[in-house]
């Protein structure tokens, strides 16, 4: 096997180690050091643009579809996340559901501003998804973890119905309010929604690109043999990746709740992890952008075919299946190689590269 | 409980008593005790089947034994898991060279050096992931685990995936060695290789003394570990069957009776 | 107590008992010869209620005509999709995992377009009451527990003696050495995978004309599925019986004695425990990996 200079001109630089600027050797895991602006950007044009098309003259519709597409996309973060340590989670929709009524009903029943039940919301999801990981990293395979996942989020949504208003939910959740200032008006909370969904991505991409990212890496490449061996505890990072992600999903469910001013169970069902799933295969697993072009490109598709009840499901199913065969690396792993950004895609995922 | 006579073992850095494995109704291993010191070179050799991987696993934490003690410069690291008694100083290279595939050589050692030094998850958060960021510090140490190993440092870039067999295998005593350990277990560091890189692999394990680390080494082939060792245990059917210098093992009935007994070649001088 | 309850839910727990066992049997089937969580399990459910629906309310057909054709249309139509599709990811889990997740979401997509998403009905097979001790008990349910045992017993037969069934089991237990004893592995997947999804319609056409079917009964009966087998143990046909005997028991006297949304927690929070405290169910193999 030939040591060769790894420059294979149809490869875009994703897998290649390259020397940085200054000659020294970097990483070839090698994502750009300054926050990725450009992928996040180019997600929100895209996103944007296909939210526009069919539907701009609907005042309110339009923003309607960016701020679900938005909690879509911050609970799809926390996905990315668990996937990262080598799990699918379906628990993202029991979180989401948890961190709704949490703050839907703190802000509804004591008044509390908005804002502050949020901050509880995505607190109580922490705490509560660190307990529960604590207890699923016991699980024994993928397949467990994700029908303990699927389990949980279950228990939570037939919990709320049984127990907790019933399956019409809770009306009336209030809008955020900040000293006088209402976001009521679908065009000020998509702003708001957009600001979240950039904290979250910033807070994603933080974690992963310090050495935090580069320990949950080691878990997910090597857990069984290498990751031991370096006196990594898989457990801890995995623990610590299904909290972070439990405490997304929180406030995915407060930032819709507070949309639509109402929360209900059926609305964090399985067609919801599903959905989840869905976006984040479509965007790239691998990616954080992922979640938030998959979010997008889903929200869009479900406007355009809302006419047709069933049509969606179908179009998901489709994506999906068309996704895993010619397009495992999701759109965001797509639009890396056309553009030759690779260098520019925030931890692109483990894969090899064939050579010659 | 009798046990075996064995030499004093003050001093050492690794002592383990009577370990035993049972895999339904199979006995892997029984009551294999032994020890090692600093500096000190120690095969563990014996037929296909003898327990040898069976019982470094049990030794290193990835399996557990249903009796006897392990003990690390004196404390006791019976019950804890691998991970852990990587921390506390013991560490192993496996038989396949497990290594992270798409990322360069430095960045495989970087990976291994990093639980060291940050830790605690906090500082882990708060540094840089990047080689090129943050740590120098940990960018020098790579670079000179991966010279102390005997890479040529031009490879420093490459991807691990890249390598030729034998330079993964030392890629992954770099890695074993990113702990500082006092006990280095390689696991057939030289199967698999040509004559050239066994060579290799020779001159390394002897740098490695200069470190002080006590190395214990499972391996078939018998003139390197004849060359290579202070003393041999030899193991057959999971028990002790002989130990002592390479003079000595070579020369033990025992041992010999082992290895001619089954359709195994006769360890060779 | 009444005696008359007691009955009743003791009936009612034996028919759901026996579809969850068949569907369930059907899933563990596809996930030992390939070694695949197969998410399309479920639509394979739908597609046989709905086949039912078709050629029986619609086009008038006798029931069993109507039976046979559903599955041998719906395990074919499996075949190919497994091999057009499924083998093209066989390798990698994970992505076999999510692409017949999306076959499963078209497939059901698919039968909520063309028939919208209320109830719909097959014309009952069976009619009229059965006394058993104080109690009426409706003769269609019993027939489809009787039903169920007679295809169970026949899978069994089929997998013990059958040459295709040996052959299942053979690759089931270990494909390379399977395939050195000249068995065609890929035409055994193909046969396992069509074949559960005939096993799953099969049991839907049992109950199509006791129950209502909506699109989405496939997503109830593929959780139902994960359930029996993740409690049962992977791999263990005994296994899958018993589980799925408790999950029917429980939820039906759960559901009787309080009602449904408790026995989904209850049923629910028993999975979790059974996974947490014995993660390879209750007969698993200690060697099964899922």
Request: charge should be neutral; glycine fraction near 10%; aromatic fraction near 8%.
């Amino acid at each position: 096997m030939t040591s060769h200079v790894v420059d294979v001109p149809e490869e875009p630089s994703i897998a290649t180690p390259r020397e940085s600027r200054h000659g020294a050797p970097v990483s070839s895991g090698g994502p750009a050091r300054r926050f990725p602006v450009l992928p996040v950007i180019v997600a929100v044009l895209v996103g944007l643009v296909l939210l526009a098309i069919p539907e701009t003259a609907r005042a309110g519709y339009y923003q309607y579809s960016f701020i679900t597409a938005s909690a879509l996309a911050i609970a799809g973060l926390g996905f990315y996340l668990v996937y990262q340590v080598g799990g699918v989670t379906f628990a993202q929709a029991g979180f989401m559901a948890i961190g709704a009524y949490t703050s839907g009903l703190l802000s509804r029943e004591l008044g509390w501003n908005v804002f502050l039940t949020a901050l509880v919301a995505i607190a109580v999801t922490v705490v509560l998804g660190a307990v529960i990981g604590v207890l699923i990293t016991r699980a024994r395979s993928e397949f467990h973890f994700i029908l303990v996942t699927f389990a949980f989020s279950e228990v939570v949504r037939l919990s709320l119905t049984r127990w907790v208003y019933g399956a019409d939910g809770i009306p009336g959740v209030p809008s955020p309010e900040l000293l006088g200032y209402s976001f009521r008006d679908p065009t000020r909370y998509y702003w708001l929604a957009a600001v979240v969904l950039l904290l979250s991505a910033a807070l994603v991409w933080r974690l992963m690109h310090s050495g935090l990212g580069r320990m949950l890496l080691s878990v997910r490449e090597g857990e069984l043999h290498l990751a031991p061996s370096f006196g990594i505890r898989p457990e801890t990072y995995k623990v610590l990746a299904f909290a972070v992600a439990s405490g997304l999903a929180g406030l995915a469910g407060a930032v819709q709740a507070h949309f639509t001013n109402f929360a209900s169970p059926d609305q964090f069902g399985l067609q919801f992890s599903v959905l989840i799933l869905t976006a984040a295969v479509i965007g790239g697993v691998g990616y954080i952008a992922g979640p938030i072009v998959g979010a997008l490109v889903l929200i869009s598709l479900e406007r355009y075919l809302s006419a047709y009840p069933g049509t969606s499901i179908v179009a998901y199913g489709v994506v999906l299946v068309v996704v895993m065969l010619l397009l495992p690396e999701g759109l965001v792993g797509l639009f890396g190689r056309i553009a030759g950004l690779g260098r520019f895609l925030p931890n692109r995922p483990n894969k090899k590269v064939e050579r010659p | 409980m009798s046990r075996a006579p064995s030499p004093s073992t003050d001093g050492a850095v690794l002592e383990v008593e009577g370990l035993t494995k049972h895999f339904r109704g199979v006995t892997a291993v029984e009551k294999v005790s032994l020890y090692a010191a600093a500096g000190e070179i120690l095969g563990l050799i014996g037929p296909n089947g003898a327990g040898k991987t069976t019982l470094l696993n049990l030794i290193t934490g990835f399996q557990q034994q249903d009796a006897g003690r392990v003990r690390l410069k004196g404390e006791d690291v019976t019950k804890l898991r691998a991970h852990a008694i990587a921390r506390k100083g013991l560490t192993r290279t496996f038989q396949a060279p497990y290594t992270f595939e798409d990322e360069t050589v430095l960045e495989n050692v970087a990976r291994a050096l990093y639980p060291h030094a940050r830790p605690s998850v906090l500082s882990q958060l708060r540094s840089g992931r990047h080689l090129g960021k943050a740590s120098q510090d940990i960018r020098d140490r790579a670079e000179a685990l991966v010279a102390e190993v005997g890479l040529p440092p031009g490879l420093a870039t490459e991807r691990a995936s890249e390598l030729p067999y034998g330079h993964r295998k030392l890629l992954t005593v770099a890695m074993a060695l990113a702990a500082d350990p006092a006990v280095l277990c390689l696991d057939e560091p030289a199967a698999g290789l040509s004559a050239a890189e066994k060579e290799k692999v020779f001159a390394m394990v002897q740098s490695l003394r200069a470190r002080g680390v006590a190395i214990l080494i499972v391996e078939h082939d018998m003139s390197l570990i004849m060359r290579l060792c202070d003393r041999i245990v030899v193991l057959d059917h999971g028990s002790r069957i002989a130990e002592g210098t390479p003079e000595q093992v070579r020369n033990d009935p025992a041992v010999l009776a082992a290895y001619l007994g089954g359709s195994h070649g006769a360890p060779a001088a | 107590m009444d005696v008359n309850v007691v009955i009743q839910t003791v009936i009612s727990a034996l028919t759901s008992s026996a579809i969850y066992i068949l569907v369930a049997l059907g899933f563990t089937l596809v996930f030992g010869v390939m070694r695949i969580v197969n998410f399309a399990h479920g639509a394979a459910y739908t597609a046989g209620a709905y086949g039912m629906f078709i050629l029986g309310t619609k086009a008038g057909l006798p029931y069993v005509v109507s039976v046979i054709v559903t599955v041998v249309v719906v395990a074919l139509a499996a075949a190919l999709i497994e091999v057009a599709l499924v083998e093209r990811t066989a390798s990698d889990g994970l992505k076999t995992m999510i692409l017949t997740l999306g076959v499963g979401l078209m497939i059901t997509g698919a039968i909520e377009v063309a028939f919208g998403a209320s109830p719909v009905s097959v014309p009952p097979v069976v009619t009229g009451s059965l006394d058993i001790g104080p109690s009426v008990v409706p003769k269609d349910r019993v027939v489809v527990v009787i039903c169920a045992l007679v295809v169970l017993a026949l899978l069994w037969a089929f997998l013990k003696y059958g040459k295709w069934g040996q052959a299942l089991r053979a690759v089931s237990q270990d494909a390379d050495m399977a395939s050195a004893h000249g068995i065609r592995v890929k035409w055994v997947r193909a046969i396992g995978f069509g074949g559960a999804a005939g096993i799953a319609a099969l049991a839907a056409t049992l109950i199509a004309p006791v129950l209502f079917s909506t699109p989405y009964i496939g997503d109830d009966a593929l959780a139902k599925s994960f359930m029996v087998v993740i409690i049962g143990g992977v791999g263990s046909v005994p296994g899958v019986v018993l589980a799925g005997l408790l999950v029917g028991f429980v939820e039906s006297v759960t559901t009787v004695y309080w009602d449904s949304s408790i026995a989904g927690i209850v049923t629910f929070s028993v999975v979790i425990m059974v996974l947490l405290a014995a993660p390879n169910g209750l007969l698993g193999r200690s060697s099964a990996r899922v």
